[in-house]
C-alpha cells in the first residue's frame, strides 16, 4: 500500500505500539510520524513502513496543508485523529 502525506496509521511495534498517527512525510522505507501529544511536529518519529497498519482515512485539509509546507500546529494533529476516531467508532 503507498503512504501519502496526511494520512492515518497505527503503530504495530515499539513504545508507541497501538498509537494512531499521522503521516508527515515519506521518504523511501520511513515514514514520519506525529500524534501531537507524544510526538510533536517538531520532532517526527521516524518508524519503518513495515512497522505501521495503514488505514484508508486520508484528512484531506491536512494532506494539502502537509504538501504545501504550510504552519501546522500539533493540535491540528490531535484534531485530525480525534475526528478520525470519533468516525471510526460510529461504524
Same mark, same amino acid.
Given at each position: 500500500m503507498e503512504f501519502q502525506? *496526511? !494520512?492515518?496509521v497505527y503503530s504495530k511495534d515499539g513504545? #508507541?505500539? *497501538?498509537l494512531t498517527m499521522m503521516v508527515l512525510s515519506v521518504e523511501d522505507r520511513f515514514?514520519?510520524?506525529?500524534d501531537g501529544k507524544t +510526538?510533536?511536529?517538531a520532532k517526527p518519529k521516524r518508524k519503518k513502513i513495515i512497522h505501521v497498519q495503514p488505514t484508508k482515512y486520508v484528512d484531506a485539509a491536512m494532506a494539502d496543508k502537509l504538501? !504545501?509546507?504550510?504552519?501546522?500546529? #500539533?493540535? #491540528?494533529? +490531535?484534531?485530525?485523529?480525534?475526528?478520525? !476516531?470519533?468516525?471510526a467508532a460510529d461504524c
Open positions: 502525506a *496526511g !494520512q492515518i513504545h #508507541d505500539k *497501538g515514514l514520519y510520524l506525529a +510526538r510533536m511536529l504538501m !504545501q509546507n504550510a504552519h501546522i500546529l #500539533d493540535s #491540528d494533529i +490531535r484534531k485530525a485523529i480525534k475526528l478520525y !476516531q470519533e468516525k
